[in-house]
């Protein structure tokens, strides 16, 4: 009886200990690498070598972004969707990628919120870190129709600095493209990317880049020049809505691949 | 049959022996080094601090390997008022990091042990537990990293980690500190570091009229409101570099101090042309007394600052994109602009922290 209960014992340690030190067989990977370049020009900062549109060298100096509400719809059309988000810092090599735990199926398309949307643009939404922290946006930017104590306008989208030539003559000028909840508009928006082929996840892992073109942002439709609204955009609505605009063309997948 | 059996059960048994006592030992920590034998000490027991970040501010990242107890950061706090760290045993740690001037230096240079000269002024120490990296050109990547390298500057304590360690093993009562904060009484610089950067870590500022502000707990008066209002809007534009609870961003600007600069700050350490003139954004919690300002200590007052800030700006090659007003030298503030301001700035005074008795000597 002894005997039998020890057998018992141990298959059950033996057991849990196997289970716990297992991963989960029916999950695979998806590795997105957050990538950048400027039209057809890999991104090197501080190099003043891009030609904006509107006909300014410039160079870029930082840039860091909040992109949230991750999705993976199948061929099916159903979706998997991830809570929170990820800051993107150029200066932060940790990161630059985002590992994506997927259930099995056969995905045609990656989805995300550019930015925060105004539901979500709340201080709780990522987590309490010095670096979501330097995103902040500030209370005097925020909804004003909410009063100050109340007041929470979250985050940042994405600040994007650089200097440029402002007129190719050697007066160099500052520009800042910092996005987000002006007074307490909702200027986040939802970028849906398909596959080049169909995912298909079967304890596997793919990976792929997600590359954010940064001449985008100041063109197509729109033509955006710095000089037009200055350094500090972040009060301008109207910079905002050009930016807004531009962004659906800003992100593409590249390189797909099974590893 | 009987010998699968009985294979079985040895198999079993081995892999449950394991269980219980090959995994439970691999998670248990190391057994702590017993004191010398010279020595007679009660048994290794430290008492861990369950730290509890204040309202508000981001999570604090403390070594797995430095985890904070009672006896390390008592043992700190001997260590920072002990001159016994520098070469000729007359300058400690807060002989340049004064409690009145909320830790940091008020000259403008700090005096090394022989009467040398630094070159830049010496940082304050405001919550350093949240800071990746520390000195104005970031050079040291933990507060531990920190805390050794004063010890050896030439300009400042002067001394040899090895001649200081030889000094404290010579104490029975750091002998005792030691092993009663890390189970052993074999001192190593390593060890020093750790607990002063255990005691710094319990440097925290958050009990200034700015904090009971966000927490709902008073208002500010309309010049106090108006300077906030500056400060964090696009106006002052402050917030991008010191912004968050900390008031920092703890990252690299050059913030237009110089159009040459002679101090090169960050450049020295990544040696790239362009980080030339970048320096470490200091926390600006306390700033009404830790003057003088700036990495050099170039201005004297709060209102010196204001009005570089104001039209004192210059233009460089690194100039920061967030210096958005250097084509016109600055924000050009109104008279009452600055004294919203100031008065902003000195809800920043935390006297809680200066004046708190666990920061003080023994």
Redesign the interface.
């Known amino acids: 009886m002894i005997?039998r209960n020890?057998?018992s014992?141990?298959?059950a340690?033996?057991l849990l200990?196997l289970y716990s030190c297992h991963k989960d067989p029916q999950k695979g990977h998806l590795i997105v690498h957050m990538t950048q370049k400027v039209g057809d020009k890999a991104l090197e900062?501080?190099k003043m070598v891009y030609q904006s549109p509107a006909g300014h060298p410039y160079q870029v100096?930082?840039l860091k972004y909040i992109l949230t509400e991750f999705e993976l719809a199948d061929k099916d059309g159903n979706t998997v969707k991830y809570e929170g988000g990820h800051l993107t810092d150029l200066?932060d090599s940790t990161s630059m990628a985002i590992d994506f735990e997927v259930p099995p199926g056969e995905y045609t398309q990656f989805s995300f919120t550019y930015g925060l949307s105004k539901a979500n643009n709340v201080k709780s939404y990522l987590?309490?870190?010095?670096a979501?922290?330097?995103m902040?946006w500030?209370?005097?930017?925020g909804d004003t129709s909410v009063p100050s104590?109340q007041r929470d306008p979250g985050f940042h989208y994405m600040q994007y600095?650089?200097?440029y030539d402002s007129l190719g003559s050697g007066v160099?000028?500052?520009?800042?493209l910092h996005t987000g909840p002006t007074y307490g508009a909702d200027n986040s928006f939802v970028v849906h990317l398909p596959f080049s082929q169909n995912v298909t996840i079967d304890n596997n892992t793919w990976e792929v880049n997600l590359v954010m073109d940064l001449q985008e942002w100041l063109q197509n439709p729109n033509l955006f020049d710095y000089e037009t609204f200055?350094?500090?955009i972040?009060?301008q609505q109207a910079a905002q809505d050009l930016l807004k605009a531009n962004g659906q063309t800003v992100y593409s997948l590249d390189q797909l691949s099974e590893k | 049959m009987q010998l699968v059996k009985s294979a079985l059960h040895i198999i079993l048994l081995t892999g449950t022996v394991w269980l219980l006592f090959g995994t439970s030992f691999s998670c248990r920590d190391p057994k702590p080094m017993p004191p010398d034998d010279k020595d007679s000490f009660p048994a290794f027991d430290p008492t861990y601090i369950d730290f509890k970040v204040p309202e508000g501010f981001p999570l604090m990242e403390i070594p797995e390997d430095n985890a904070l107890t009672e006896e390390g950061i008592a043992l700190g706090r001997k260590l920072f008022y002990d001159p016994i760290l520098s070469g000729d045993s007359t300058l400690s740690c807060a002989g340049c990091h004064k409690s009145r001037a909320a830790f940091s230096d008020d000259r403008r240079f700090s005096f090394g042990i022989d009467g040398s000269i630094g070159t830049r002024q010496a940082m304050q120490i405001i919550n350093p537990g949240w800071m990746p990296k520390l000195f104005w050109d970031g050079r040291a990547k933990s507060v531990e990293d920190q805390a050794l390298a004063p010890v050896e500057n030439p300009v400042e304590m002067k001394a040899h980690w090895p001649m200081v360690v030889d000094r404290l093993k010579a104490s029975k009562e750091y002998r005792l500190l030691f092993h009663q904060a890390f189970g052993t009484a074999d001192i190593t610089k390593e060890l020093a570091v750790k607990a002063i950067a255990q005691f710094e870590r319990t440097f925290l500022s958050y009990r200034s009229k700015f904090d009971r502000e966000r927490l709902g707990k008073v208002f500010y008066d309309v010049e106090e409101q108006d300077g906030y209002d500056m400060f964090f809007s696009e106006r002052g534009d402050c917030f991008h570099c010191h912004g968050g609870v900390l008031l920092t961003d703890n990252a690299f600007h050059n913030n237009g101090l110089d159009t040459i600069p002679e101090d090169t700050g960050l450049e020295e350490v990544t040696h790239s042309e362009f980080d030339r003139g970048k320096f470490k954004t200091p926390t600006l919690r306390n700033i009404e007394l830790t003057a003088p300002y700036m990495h050099d200590g170039r201005f004297r007052t709060l209102e010196e600052v204001i009005d570089f800030y104001s039209e004192g700006l210059q233009p460089s090659k690194t100039i920061d994109p967030l210096m958005k007003a250097i084509r016109n030298r600055g924000k050009h503030f109104t008279p009452y602009e600055k004294k919203a301001l100031l008065a902003f700035l000195k809800t920043l005074t935390d006297t809680a922290f200066v004046n708190n008795p666990a920061l003080q000597p023994l």
């Open positions: 005997r020890i057998y014992l141990s298959v340690l033996i200990s900062l501080n100096s930082k200066t987590p309490n870190t010095q979501y922290q330097n902040y500030p209370k005097t930017l104590a600095e650089g200097r160099i000028k500052v520009f800042n200055g350094p500090a972040m009060p």
